[in-house]
């Protein structure tokens, strides 16, 4: 059998492919909250909840209308999104000019009330979703078997990840939100409506955890909580990426899922905490996150 | 000349502290007006207070015979009116040209890219640098030739040359007379008297959030002394 550093090589690549798949929604998500928090000042606490929403969404299309997975991709993005910018609209927006903690305050509560309503609605414990028809079963690579919906994940993400930052660096609508996050009020007297730009900027971060949502459905169970566990390693890889940065959340997200992933199959004891430590080595040292600007 | 721009008894706050005083200003359709005055006495706030960036005002402002009050500030530009800020307000997170092309062409009559770049070769060689690698020169062409494109009618500057070398100043004047050709409304801020006299039609002169003269370019010599007295230049 082969070996690698004295593990066996198909242990090996199995842990890659499941940090890889964290990375993925590590990557996803802590992408979103950058948007957010580059222009918007919010630091998001509601994107687990956000995330979680999307799964939601898609379990229940399936339940009561028969919707299934494809359909489910576009439409639970579609209805959080929505609801996200709804949320910025009545809400959030009145909270800009006070201290930002009123806005990390709210988004806390916000995903409280929306976990908790979930959690009373249809308790605590996971649903399954199953992968969808054309994606069951797997591929043998020859030197590991591969899951095609795992597979489907990844790539689906790094198209999404990539996508999203050419969005941003290549664009008009990119170049808009740039400028505005350095300078909203000259973008303002240039004559582009920024609180518009806001209430996107909110709706499509939304969208993006609910996209991830969808996504997760059918690896990680279906539940209310499901948000509040990623979302507290997500921000972890925020801080470590940089705050604000599109390119470092992408890059630390894949990054510190593959190292969580390689510290279960070299010490599993430390897998649930490496990148804990992997954030206050890099606080230590780099405050501003490995991609920050003014590190 | 019919007035493009009238302004009455308007009044500006920073939080409690009352800036203007009861400015009162008029700019006709196609001149050129310049703002003098000491440090700190207001030239600024007036311009932002115009612009619709300072909310806590009162007063009146009038552009092309619309009530501009209560205008929100994203729409300032779409009725009209360009800024060019003093601090020039370049994006770093910007090449040379999304900075150029970032404001919406509001009116018809602006200046295509072709031209611009004809007008600011510079920029065409660096359009794919990052803005805030330009010189300060370079950057106080990309602040008004951004500007340019946009078919505004009224472009309002805040002291243009301050800090420029002397070539890039008679640069930034040729291009102001090119435009004021063109029939293009000129507000401007400057301390730099020598270079307004050149393109300005008439000043005002302001102290303590007011203005207390006005008077057309032919005066200027006549009262360049008490204006070096009162300016303390
Ligand atoms: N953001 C601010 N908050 C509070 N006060 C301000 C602010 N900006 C300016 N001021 C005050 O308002 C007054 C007018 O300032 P303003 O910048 O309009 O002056 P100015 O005539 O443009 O001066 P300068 O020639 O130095 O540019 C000054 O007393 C200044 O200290
Ligand atoms: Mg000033």
């Known amino acids: 059998m082969t070996t690698i550093f004295g593990i066996p090589l198909a242990a090996f690549l199995g842990q890659l492919l499941i940090g890889l798949i964290n990375g993925s929604f590590y990557a996803m998500l802590s992408l979103g909250l950058a948007v957010i928090f580059g222009l918007l000042r919010v630091i998001n606490f509601a994107h687990g909840a956000q995330y979680m929403l999307g799964a939601f969404v898609a379990l229940l299309l399936l339940q009561y209308l028969g919707v299934d997975y494809w359909l489910a991709l576009a439409i639970a993005p579609l209805v959080v999104g929505l609801f ?15 201290d930002p903690l009123y806005g990390l305050l709210f ?35 020859g030197f590991m078997f591969l899951p095609n919906y795992r597979g489907w994940v990844v790539a689906v993400s790094l ?44 709706g499509f971060g939304a ?25 507290i390693v997500v921000f972890a890889v925020v801080v470590v990426g940089g705050m604000g940065s599109i390119l470092g959340a992408i890059v630390t997200g894949y990054m510190l899922g593959i190292a969580e992933g390689l510290t279960k199959v070299f010490y599993p004891e430390a897998s649930n905490i490496v990148i804990f430590v992997i954030m206050a080595i890099v606080l230590l040292l780099r405050p501003a996150g490995l991609f920050g600007k003014d590190a | 000349m019919g007035a ?28 050129t007006i310049t703002i003098l005055g000491r440090n700190g006495v207001g030239k600024t706030t007036t311009l932002r207070t115009i612009m619709g960036i300072i909310r806590a005002r009162k007063g009146e402002i009038r552009f092309a015979g619309r009530d501009m009050l209560s205008v929100p500030l994203h729409r300032t530009a779409h009725a009209g009116i360009g800024f060019v800020p003093e601090e020039r ?26 031209e611009i770049y004809d007008l600011f070769p510079n920029l065409l060689e660096r359009r794919a640098s990052q803005g805030t690698k330009l010189s300060g020169g370079e950057q106080q062409m990309l602040a008004m ?39 293009m409304t000129i507000l401007l801020v400057e301390q730099n008297f020598r270079f307004a006299s050149r393109i300005a039609d008439r000043f005002y002169l302001m102290e303590h959030g007011r203005m207390v003269a006005d008077f057309p370019v032919a005066e200027l010599p006549d009262r360049m002394t008490t204006l070096n007295k009162v300016l303390g230049v």
């Open chain 2, 89 to 114: 307000g370049i994006f770093a997170s910007l090449t040379v040209e999304e900075n150029l092309t970032l404001p919406p062409v509001v009116a018809d009559g602006g200046m295509p890219l072709e």
């Open chain 1, 107 to 141: 988004t806390f509560g916000l995903a409280l009330t929306i976990e908790g309503t979930f959690r009373y609605l249809y308790g605590a414990a996971g649903q399954p979703y199953s992968v969808p028809p054309a994606l069951s079963g797997g591929t043998n690579l």
């Open chain 2, 145 to 183: 030739a951004r500007i340019l494109r946009t078919g505004v009618r009224l472009l309002i500057l805040d002291e243009p040359t301050e800090g420029l070398a002397p070539v890039i100043v008679q640069r930034i004047g040729e291009v102001l007379q090119k435009l004021k050709a063109r029939g």
């Open chain 1, 207 to 231: 969208a993006l955890a609910a996209f991830a949502g969808v996504l997760a459905a059918p690896i990680y169970q279906v539940s209310p909580l499901m948000g509040t566990n990623l979302i």
């Open chain 2, 4 to 31: 493009l721009l009238q302004v009455a008894d308007l009044h500006a706050w920073y939080g409690e502290s009352h800036v203007l005083h009861g400015v009162d200003m008029t700019v006709g359709e196609g001149e």
């Open chain 1, 84 to 98: 996200g910018a709804l949320v910025e609209r009545t809400m959030l927006s009145r909270l800009y000019d006070l």
């Open chain 1, 159 to 202: 198209v999404t990840c990539l996508g999203t930052w050419l969005l941003i660096e290549k664009t008009k609508l990119g170049a808009y939100l740039r400028a505005a996050t350095e300078n909203t009020v000259l973008v303002q007297a240039f004559g582009i409506n920024v609180p518009l730009l806001l209430t996107l900027t909110y």
